[in-house]
């Protein structure tokens, strides 16, 4: 895990209210990262469970129950397979 991987969660998750749906564009509109590395930890986010899509076609991504147990420290990040 990285700290983009945290900050990405952590936005999804919207500060704790109803979690947002949202593109890698709007992301890196919020996050101080580059829309390809962005795109890189989305893809890699996926694959660990933690996120999903919630409209493939439009690339749109919505945390999962396992992103938001690994934010809440239910999940240790050794346990996950993610590549930083």
Do not use: C
Request: aromatic letters at 8%; a negative charge; hydrophobic letters at 40%.
């Amino acid at each position: 895990m990285t700290a983009a991987d945290d900050r990405i969660l952590e936005f999804l998750l919207n500060e704790g209210n109803e979690p947002i749906v949202s593109t890698p564009a709007v992301v890196e509109m919020n996050l101080d990262y580059q829309i390809t590395h962005i795109r890189t930890r989305l893809r890699e986010l996926h694959k660990a469970g933690l996120v999903e899509y919630y409209d493939e076609d439009r690339g749109a991504y919505q945390i999962t129950d396992r992103g938001r147990a690994y934010l809440a420290g239910e999940l240790e990040a050794d346990d996950l397979l993610v590549d930083s």
